[in-house]
C-alpha cells in the first residue's frame, strides 16, 4: 500500500519533470545573461529546475522520505527511505538535441540500499520505463519481454558491448578490462548513458546487449535496477556483487549466461 | 529540371527505404535460420533490402546514373552522375533499438565529386534532412535556421567535440589529434554517427558543435556536405580541404570561425 503510493508520487515526478525538460530540448539559446556563457546555462537550467520540481513535490507528498540528488544537497530521511534524483542522464545527448537522455527517479530503502522502484522517464520520445521489486517491468504500462533472458547459449562473442565514454575508464586496471573485454565482443559502441540500459532492459536488440561502465555516481544506476531485473536482465558491480550507493562501476547483461561469461574475463585478468 | 527530378527521386528512395527498415526496428529475432547467427542477420537483412529496394528505383528511374553503395557492387555510370547510397548509417544505434541511425543518399557529379543533393532520413523520428548545392537546407521541408552560423566570437573551448567511437582514430597521429581537440573543447561526446551531423546542421546544441572523425568512407558523409553547407556549417577535411571520394578524415564545424581554430589546432601539432 506504502508502496503504491510511492510509486504514484515517482509517475508523478516523471510527468512534471519531463514537461520541464521537453521545454528546453532542442531550443538553442546562443547568448545568455549567465557569466559562465550559454554553454552551460541551458543544460543547468533544465536540470536544475526539474529537480527542484521534483523535490518540491516530495516534500509535500512525501516529507518523511529522504533525497538524494545530482544538482543539490541531500535530505536527511525520517521513514529510513530515501529518493535517488537524476534530472538528466545524458547530459551531452540532451545537449545535442538527441532524444536518448532520461529522468532517472529511483526509491531506496536507507540500511539495506535496495532499490524498492524505479523510473527512467524519456519525455521526448514518451517512454517510461518502471521497474518494482519483486514484479516485471513495465513500459508504457506494457510488460517487457526480454527475449535474451533465458538463453543458455548466449556467447560473449555474440553480444554488443557497451560504455557511454571510454573516458570513464580511469584506472589502469579499468581500462585494461575494457579493452579485453571489447576484443571478446562482436561489437562495441559507445554513448547512450541510460538508454543503453533501457535498450538491454527491453529486449530491442538485434543482440544480446553487455554494458561495462564505471566512474558512475548513485543516481546514475539506482533506479535502472529494477528495471533491469525485472526483466530477467542482469545488473551488478564488476565482481558480480550488489550495487550499494557507494559502488562506482558497473556491470549489466541482457541475462546471467553473460553475466558469468564477462565476470569470468574480469576474474582472470 | 534534371536537379529537380533527381530530387524526386531521392525521396522516393527515402520513402522506400525507410518503410523497410521500420519494419526490422527494435524486432529482436534471438534464432534465425543463417549460418551466422542471428547477430549480424537481422542488421544485413534491413541493409541489404533497403539498398536492394533503392537500386531497384534508380536502375528504372534513372538508369543513366551510377551507383556507389555500402553493400553491393558499384554500377557505372554513362551520365557522369554517381548516386551515393548508405542505407543504415549507425549500424550500433540501429541494432540496440536507438532511433539515431539515418539512410544516406547522395547524387554527386563523377568528374568533380561535388555532391548535387544529399539526404538523410531517420525513418522511426520521421525527420529527414535534404540539402541541395546552392540552396538553404530542409529538415522535413523546413528552411533550417543555424543559430551558430554567423557567430564570429566561437570558441573551440565551448564546444562540444563529437566522435562516433575513439576507435576510429587509427593513426598515432589521428589520436594525437583526437586527444588534442579532446583537450581544447570543454566537452567530448561519443556515439552518434550522422545524427551528430544532422544535429550540428539543425543547430539544435545548447553549445556549438564539432565532430571530428576518420576511417570514414565516402557513403558516410556524402549525403551529409549539402546539408550542412546549405545552413552555414562548415565540413571538410582535416587540412580545411573540399572532401572527396578518397577523403577518409572529416571535420565539421558549427561555423568558419570554429573551422579555422580547429585546422589551427591540427596544423600546430
Known sequence: MELENSLKIAHKLADVSGEIITKYFRQAHVKTQTKEGMVSSIVTLADLEAEAAMVEILRQEA?????????????????????????????????????????????VEGDTDK???????????????????????LLNQVILTNPYNLESDSQ????????????????????????????????QAFGGDCYNYMALAS???????????SDLKYYDFCAIIPIIEGTGGCITDW??????????????????VLLEQALSVIANL
Open 156 to 187: 560473449l562473442q555474440d553480444a554488443c558491448l557497451n560504455a557511454t565514454t571510454p573516458l570513464m575508464f580511469i584506472t589502469e586496471r579499468q581500462r585494461l578490462i575494457s579493452h579485453h573485454l571489447q576484443q571478446v565482443c562482436k561489437r
Open 115 to 137: 532499490t524498492l522502484l524505479g523510473i527512467v522517464n524519456q519525455p521526448i520520445l514518451r517512454e517510461r520505463w518502471t521497474g518494482v521489486v519483486g514484479r516485471k517491468t
Open 63 to 107: 516529507p518523511q522520505d529522504g533525497v538524494i540528488r545530482e544538482e543539490g544537497e541531500d535530505i536527511a530521511s525520517d521513514s529510513g527511505r530515501y529518493w535517488v534524483l537524476d534530472p538528466i542522464d545524458g547530459t551531452s545527448s540532451f545537449a545535442k538535441g538527441f532524444p536518448i537522455f532520461g529522468t532517472l527517479i529511483g526509491l
Open 239 to 256: 565482481q558480480g556483487k550488489p550495487l550499494n550507493r557507494d559502488s562506482t562501476e558497473v556491470l549489466a547483461t541482457s541475462n546471467r
Open 203 to 213: 529486449g530491442w536488440g538485434a543482440m544480446p546487449l553487455v554494458i561495462l561502465e
